[in-house]
Each structure stands twice: as structure tokens, then as C-alpha cells.
């Protein structure tokens, strides 16, 4: 069983930058490959970046690909998601999640994940 929490939501000015964590509790976060989501209103949960277990390998959506990073740090069991030169379309609730211990599939569909974090609201003004 893996729990996550985000952190680092927050309210920026467009052209900032956010920084999410997503803390992992259990033994196997390593073993995880990992993702973050979003969903703004009135839209479908979307796929923003995934991360592979060891870090080696990252993929991103087209629509944050050169502006948002994925990394993680398996000593501290944490994901990060750093977002640069935020738009007001990048307004949502971002939501971490783990695909399931060793899985060859980065976790880019929501199908590939088995768990899930509550979530962080990113709000960008213009």
C-alpha cells in the first residue's frame, strides 16, 4: 500500500513558477514508477509528466513539455513537479500517482496507476 500527499499548490502570476512535492509513505516508492495529473474545471483529468523508477527516464504532455520538470528523490520518497513560466491554462488540481511496483509502463493513462494523492490546487492569474 502506497499513500501520497501533494504539497506546494498554490495561487502565481502568469509567467511564474510552482513548485509541487508529493511525499510517498510505504517501502516500495522506489519501485514505483510515478505521474502527475490534472484536472481543471469542467475538464477531464488529464496526463502532465511520469517519471520511471530510477529517474533515468521522464515523459511529458505536449502542452507542458519544455516549462514543467519531473524529478524525484527516492531517499526521501518524493516526487517533485517544477513548473516554470506558468499560463493560466495550467490552472487545475494536480494529483500525483504510482504505478504499480515494478511496472514496465511509465504512468501516462489513468488506467497505468494504482494509487492516487488527494491532490494540490495550482491557480494561475493573468
Known amino acids: 500500500q502506497v499513500q501520497l500527499v501533494e504539497s506546494g499548490g498554490g495561487l502565481v502570476q502568469a509567467g511564474g513558477s510552482l513548485r509541487l512535492s508529493c511525499a510517498a509513505s510505504?517501502?516500495?516508492?522506489?519501485?514505483?514508477?510515478m505521474g502527475w495529473f490534472r484536472q481543471a474545471p469542467g475538464k477531464e483529468r488529464e496526463f502532465v509528466a511520469a517519471?520511471?523508477?530510477?529517474?533515468?527516464?521522464?515523459y511529458y504532455a505536449d502542452a507542458v513539455k519544455g516549462r514543467f520538470t519531473i524529478s524525484r528523490d527516492n531517499a526521501k520518497a518524493t516526487v517533485y513537479l517544477q513548473m516554470d513560466s506558468l499560463k493560466p491554462q495550467d490552472t487545475a488540481v494536480y494529483s500525483c500517482?504510482?504505478?504499480?511496483?515494478?511496472?514496465?509502463?511509465?504512468?501516462?493513462?489513468?488506467?497505468?496507476?494504482?494509487?492516487w494523492g488527494q491532490g494540490t490546487q495550482v491557480t494561475v492569474s493573468s
Open positions: 510505504g517501502r516500495t516508492f522506489s519501485t514505483n514508477p
Open positions: 517519471i520511471s523508477m530510477s529517474g533515468g527516464s521522464t
Open positions: 500517482a504510482a504505478a504499480g511496483p515494478y511496472s514496465r509502463l511509465l504512468p501516462t493513462t489513468a488506467n497505468r496507476c494504482e494509487y
